[in-house]
């Protein structure tokens, strides 16, 4: 009898079968179950829905995804503090005045010197990019520089150490009875929460409160380190040598003027009379002093970037002092004079003193007088529900309202209830939908809102410290599922523009627009997986061939 000739059918099944079975046995250890952080529904149902659409698509991959809800101190605690401890994490870098320059962003969140303790949380270590983020930093030319600015953005792009989601279109309001609009100014990338509307905002009767709502307590409030809310906080309490204006340009504020003496020189003449909220006078020395502060790397890591370029601060008259950089530093005025607070140096000396051979970091220490030079004076924190400022009479330039209230209300839609109620007549933040803003605008007429697309942006922060996170292909195979386009719709519900890079659209002349990966393509996900060697087996991702799992799930 002929034997049977097998069908080709059943010959590449069972090549199949083979093959899979090979890989199998040449498949690395199966990727542990992964852990996603994020803050509570209630405080910001739109990163919380982004976290939910980015978990759906990395499961089609093969990965075991769990949510870990925390409260937003935790989660910052958790992160910040606890850099091996954790995988992935939800996380917003909050637009802020000294932003409009590209700096802060582009050098400190990526350069490998910031990876132990500052803001380069993540862990992203690449001797191609920090030539470049140096590079920038030090270029005169600003045409020059934006061409730097943008090579950088790309090779985030290659490297992908953030799944970028999006820029939100930030909506904030007012009550326009108790507030003069023509007094209530939107900032570039800012919005209508900013320093100059806080000190140039008129009341129209007899409230001259300003009551504000955050969705979260305050972690931290001192001149040396800032968190989202925090800094909303301190920018009032503390004053600047200058600040950046409306338009996004650094303008003199505690120093009357401020020039370019040479390409590393710097010359600051001191405004007279200031005095700091315990009637002391400020000096040059408290000046000198102010820059000296932050230069401890290891006690002071979140600000130490923007001094590091400093050489010497030099009393240089009676009322002149003078910088002298390392290099050229195309950004000073912005990243460095307008974001470094004047201290009172009879207050905090001895603070860093008594802190100097203990492991506590200077930046974590709260002094509880909160004794600045701003414009208001500290009155009481009540952590976690309210901050309370007010007028500073002996400023230069006090403010017309009275006092400052900043009030922690977590649930969204009790806020914009408050809102209505007059319990609160400023909205400084609202992290739910925006459309529920904008309608409760066209039932209550008072309400005023103003809508900007923010320098600030959202994502997920992936730790390379821990694999497979130290893979740039399995980086840029998560980053690939996720289409921000589908993102900005469902969880912004279309206040947000999707984002690829550090530097917002906000900012035409720095942004680079091929940056965006606009991502949506799971097979295109898949495909950058096998090419690396990863392999499903039991619908479970595993390594590539060799590669064992090292840590343990939980």
Not at 301 to 325: C, E, M, R, S, W
Request: proline residues 7%.
């Amino acid at each position: 009898m002929k034997p049977l000739q097998p069908t080709r059918r059943a010959v590449l099944g069972g090549a199949l079968a083979l093959a899979s079975t090979a890989a199998r046995a040449e498949a690395g250890d199966a990727i542990r179950p992964l852990v996603l952080i994020c803050k509570p529904q209630a405080t910001d149902p739109a990163q919380y829905q982004a976290a939910q659409l980015c978990m759906q698509e990395w499961r089609k991959l093969g990965l075991k995804v769990t949510l870990q809800v925390l409260p937003a101190t935790q989660q910052s605690s958790v992160v910040w503090l606890n850099r091996t401890k954790w995988d992935m994490t939800t996380w917003e870098m909050v637009g802020r005045p000294e932003r409009s320059d590209p700096d802060e962003l582009v050098y400190s969140l990526f350069h490998s010197s910031l990876a132990q303790n500052g803001y380069d949380f993540v862990g992203y270590k690449s001797p191609e990019y920090d030539k470049l983020a140096e590079a920038q930093r030090a270029e005169e030319e600003r045409d020059k520089r934006a061409v730097l600015v943008k090579q950088a953005q790309m090779l985030i792009k290659k490297d992908q150490p953030y799944v970028y989601l999006v820029y939100p279109r930030r909506s904030m309001a007012f009550n326009a009875e108790v507030w003069d609009p023509a007094t209530v100014v939107e900032e570039a990338g800012i919005g209508i929460r900013n320093f100059w509307t806080f000190l140039q905002a008129k009341p129209l009767g007899a409230k001259k409160d300003m009551v504000l709502n955050s969705p979260q307590p305050i972690s931290n409030l001192q001149p040396v380190h800032m968190d989202a809310i925090g800094s909303w906080v301190s920018d009032l309490i503390w004053d600047h040598l200058m600040r950046v204006d409306i338009h996004g340009n650094p303008v003199p504020w505690a120093a009357e003027s401020v020039r370019w003496v040479d390409p590393v020189t710097v010359e600051a003449v001191i405004r007279d009379g200031m005095k700091f909220h315990d009637d002391t006078p400020v000096t040059l020395e408290d000046i000198q002093y102010s820059f000296q502060l932050p230069a401890n790397k290891n006690k002071t890591p979140q600000f130490y970037p923007n001094v590091a370029n400093i050489d010497q601060v030099t009393i240089t008259g009676p009322h002149t002092v003078t910088f002298k950089l390392k290099t050229p530093q195309a950004s000073f005025f912005t990243s460095t004079l307008s974001k470094i607070a004047i201290v009172p140096k009879h207050v905090w000396q001895p603070i860093v003193e008594k802190l100097a051979n203990t492991s506590q970091l200077v930046e974590d220490y709260n002094e509880p007088k909160m004794i600045g030079s701003g414009p208001f004076k500290f009155v009481h924190w009540r952590d976690p529900e309210e901050v309370m400022l007010t007028r500073f009479e002996g400023h230069w330039q006090p403010p017309k309202l009275e006092n400052w209230i900043l009030r922690t209300v977590s649930n969204q839609e009790a806020t914009l209830g408050m809102l209505r109620n007059d319990e609160i007549n400023f909205l400084a933040i609202f992290t739910g939908d925006p459309q529920n803003v904008a309608d409760l605008a066209k039932q209550e007429p008072k309400i005023k809102v103003v809508t900007t697309t923010d320098l600030g942006f959202q994502f997920i922060a992936m730790n390379e410290r821990r694999a497979p996170f130290d893979d740039p292909a399995f980086r840029m195979a998560l980053s690939e599922a996720i289409n921000r386009k589908i993102m900005a719709a469902a969880a912004w519900n279309g206040y947000a523009e999707p984002a690829g890079s550090c530097v917002s659209t906000a900012l035409p002349f720095w942004h680079a627009p091929d940056s965006l990966l606009m991502g949506g393509d799971i097979g295109k996900s898949k495909k950058i997986l096998a090419d690396a060697g990863y392999t499903l087996s039991g619908g479970q991702l595993h390594y590539p061939a060799g590669r064992k799992e090292e840590i343990t799930a939980g």
